[in-house]
């Protein structure tokens, strides 16, 4: 059960080190990422996630409708659109995300490395799990 609630400026500072990024680019990266990964969860997930989540991003995790399943590459694609960044460097940005996630709010980035079906795998690897 996940439920701890961190600062919004310690998981964006978290971010900015993982990734060695600027303030405003690791709070894009952290709310697309969510967003992007929130649709392969279920709604109890969703939840659960959302009440881990800063104030200042929980609403990211609250997308609507059925859990997507879609292949890692397929997520990557869309994020680097939201991002407005090509795949390679969306996978850097989720990589950072998801460590960050892991470190100031621990099982709240498995959860989201769940919904890409890559438990034990790096986001970052090339190719469809």
Avoid: C, Y
Avoid at 18 to 37: H, M, P, Q, S, Y
Avoid at 107 to 113: A, I, P, Q, S, V
């Amino acid at each position: 059960m996940i439920h701890i609630v961190v600062e919004h400026s310690e998981l964006v500072e978290a971010i900015g080190r993982r990734g060695d990024l600027d303030k405003a680019t690791a709070e894009a990266a952290l709310t697309a990422v969510i967003a992007t990964l929130a649709h392969g969860l279920t709604a109890p997930d969703r939840d659960r996630l959302a009440a881990a989540l800063p104030a200042a991003v929980e609403e990211a995790a609250l997308v609507p409708g059925r859990p997507e399943h879609r292949p890692p590459d397929a997520v990557m694609i869309e994020l680097a659109q939201r991002l407005d960044t090509g795949t390679e460097r969306a996978r850097h940005l989720a990589q950072a995300v998801l460590a960050a996630l892991e470190d100031t709010a621990p099982g709240t980035g498995e959860l989201l490395r769940a919904a890409l079906d890559v438990r034990g795998r790096d986001v970052s690897a090339r190719g469809r799990a």
